[in-house]
């Protein structure tokens, strides 16, 4: 299922967030978005998943605007996790996970024997499993974000939207949550800072500065040593990793004066 976001712009209280944003992800495929603090990506998202009507612009999901499916049928083929995703009720682990099967579900219907074993294995892959009877509220951070991650997955969307899915992950969690990404079959839409890792991650980039688009493509296309000065301030040298050969970033400890973000869209920009 294809995703396009079609010069999506939001503005709020005259404040261009962001700016006739156009970017495809194509089914199947894990699109990241990177850009610096307040470049819009997180507003970009928060239009996909309908937390956020955009000023103009529209979200297609197959062709199909989103704004214009009920609430239900979007949940079913969307299924996010936000940066304010944390639970405010105490549920246990095993309950918060079984929630991502709600759009699936009428009323209080119980979970048939296959969306149990749903929820028994992909709480397996995320190494959640053994805090199945724990209450989410006693988790640490780490912890939270991969039962959370967990409830988007058992959701079984055809579009997967995350912000920032590795916030509080050790180095193995955020391999085995991003690997667990590429091979879950849905079309995925991803924010990510760490630019090593989208690049490993990514099928393609797109970067944002000041609410535009200023660079989308393959990683090797976009991470370049000048556009990384350029959008992000900060000097680095690109090499092939020795075994993947995807694009890694060695950064100089001595930010350049360049002001980050103020890089600009080139005309009719778009992934």
Known sequence: ??????????VVD???????????????????????NGSGKSTALRCVYRALRPTAGAVLVDGTDVATTSRRQSARQVAALTQEGGADLDFTVAETVALGRTPHKRGNEALSARERALCE?????????????????????????????????????????????????????????????????????????????AAATCDRIGVLSRGALVAAGAPWEVLTAE?????????????????TGDPQLLYALTPTPTHAGSAGPPEGTHL
């Open 227 to 243: 556009l990384v000065e350029r959008v992000f301030g900060v000097a680095a040298t690109v090499v092939p990793h020795p075994l």
């Open 14 to 36: 005259g404040n261009a967030l962001v700016r006739e944003l156009s970017l495809d992800v194509p089914d199947g495929q894990v699109v990241g978005l990177v850009g610096p």
């Open 121 to 197: 294995r992909v709480m397996a892959q995320l190494d959640v499993a053994h805090l199945a009877g724990r209450g989410v509220l006693s988790l640490s951070g780490g912890e939270r974000q991969r039962v959370l991650a967990a409830r988007a997955l058992v959701q079984e969307p055809e579009v997967l939207v995350l912000d920032e899915p590795t916030n509080h992950l050790d180095v193995r969690h955020q391999i085995e949550l991003l690997s667990l990404l590429r091979g879950s079959g849905a079309t995925v839409l991803v924010v990510l800072h760490d630019l090593n890792l």
């Open 1 to 10: 299922m294809e995703l396009r976001l079609e010069a999506l712009s939001v």
